[in-house]
């Protein structure tokens, strides 16, 4: 059984910067692959960054050039780092975790999800 604890969200102004953790319990992190999904109000969940467990990164575009996702295996934390936010990318934002040595794209895909952390950009 893994748990995930996601932390550093908050209030921030447009361009501003934010790191979310998502700490990982349990043993064997350095070969789960990693997501970062965020859901806003009314809107469906939807993928923001994923990391195997090799550390192939792959972002959706509306975040390429701005987040980056990035993991600790000796701390068992991955990272987000959100650079240059917008207003819309207000949401909650929740890390996942799968046992697998793939890329992981698909959320039905991971068996292990955090409570989320807010993220709110505005002025």
């Known amino acids: 059984q893994v748990q995930l604890v996601e932390s550093g969200g908050g209030l921030v102004q447009p361009g501003g910067s ?10 064997l992190f350095n070969i789960y692959a990693m997501g970062w999904y965020r859901q806003a109000p009314g809107n469906l969940r939807e993928l923001v960054a994923t990391i195997s467990s090799g550390g192939n990164t792959h972002y959706v575009d509306s975040v390429k050039g701005r ?57």
């Open 18 to 27: 934010l790191r979310l953790s998502c700490a990982a319990s349990g043993s």
């Open 67 to 123: 987040f980056t996702i990035s993991r600790d295996n000796a701390k068992n934390t991955v990272y987000l780092q959100m650079n240059s936010l917008k207003p819309e990318d207000t949401a909650v934002y929740t890390c996942a975790a799968v046992r697998t040595t793939s890329v992981v794209q698909t959320a039905a895909s991971y068996n292990y999800w955090g409570q989320g952390t807010q993220v709110t950009v505005s002025s």
